[in-house]
């Protein structure tokens, strides 16, 4: 067998003797705890830093000169929720044996596109210790300053990541689930979920670092429709002959008060959004 790069036979099996269809949360949050955390989205957002992923293609013209690319995001501590979301967690999962890490919330404005082809491995970064240094000594948990600033990866990809993980193959954690909420949204946006998978240590980004060797269950063809880009995937300013070998697995109508459940691993991008939309992610890892 031949393992993903970064990732050790141990997290690897575990990895995929977890995978598992995407789904969708109903009932995720009541009227009241959507008000709590879009409440609590708007108090926060002095965090807000820059915008978040970017797509490294040129534009073939489907985005208007001057739009902006991806999304305005701030981290949050667990701890900081972790009353109300463990529980509910708890109940996705069927299990309290988790790690959940530090998560975002996320703004896209109208006049935004966020199309990169991602996964989510890797997201416990050493600056979480910076962004949150403030907030976890505020909570009484200086001890996870310390271990972000001594387990966190320098960054979630390219040769920075690499250069840490062959050092430090011990700290790659082994990402389980990604848990999308969303908190307001006017307009239509989805999530899609591919059936592709990619398990290496370092987080995929588009582009940036695609690798078709690491991607598995890729088709041999165009697996996606015209009619399916045209309907979730029209903003995507790289057309649809780049995503030659994925095929869709899910499309998650964003519904307020519902969640969407997928694995980390998991290929995924942000479909269509027409308003704008605003959500948390929360990501949980094996706890070994």
């Not at 990732?7 to 709590?36: C, G, P």
């Not at 995001?73 to 790690?99: C, M, V």
């Not at 300053?145 to 320098?154: D, F, L, Q, T, Y």
Request: with cysteine; net charge negative.
């Amino acid at each position: 067998m031949k393992l993903p790069p970064h990732r050790s036979a141990k997290h690897y099996k575990l990895m995929k003797d977890n995978e598992s269809n995407s789904s969708v949360l109903d009932n995720f949050l009541n009227t009241e705890e959507i008000q709590y955390f879009y409440k609590w989205w708007q108090d926060h957002r002095h965090r807000e830093k820059a915008k978040g992923d970017y797509s490294q293609l040129e534009n073939e013209g489907q985005v208007p000169n001057g739009t902006s690319l991806g999304n305005l995001r701030y981290s949050y501590a667990y701890e900081e929720l972790k009353e109300i979301l463990q529980p509910k967690i708890q109940k996705a999962l069927g299990t309290d044996n988790f790690r959940a890490l530090p998560g975002k919330f996320y703004y896209v404005p109208k006049d935004y596109v966020w199309d990169t082809v991602h996964t989510d491995v890797s997201l416990y970064e050493s600056k979480r210790a910076e962004d949150l240094k403030e907030v976890w000594e505020g909570l009484g948990c200086p001890e996870e300053v310390e271990r972000a600033s001594r387990e966190g990866c320098p960054s979630a990809n390219g040769k920075e990541f690499r250069d840490w993980a062959t050092k430090n193959p011990q700290y790659v954690i082994p990402s389980w689930k990604t848990i999308i909420v969303p908190l307001w949204c006017p307009g239509e946006a989805t999530t899609v979920t591919f059936d592709q998978y990619d398990y290496s240590g370092e987080k995929l980004t588009g582009w940036y670092n695609w690798n078709g060797k690491n991607i598995e269950y890729m088709t041999d063809r165009m697996s996606i429709t015209q009619e399916q880009f045209d309907n979730c995937l029209r903003h995507i300013r790289y057309g649809r002959k780049k995503l030659h070998g994925l095929s869709i697995e899910n499309v998650f109508d964003w519904k307020v008060g519902s969640a969407f459940m997928f694995d980390s691993a998991q290929l995924h991008t942000s479909g269509y959004c027409s308003e704008g939309k605003v959500g948390f992610t929360i990501w949980v890892a094996h706890n070994e």
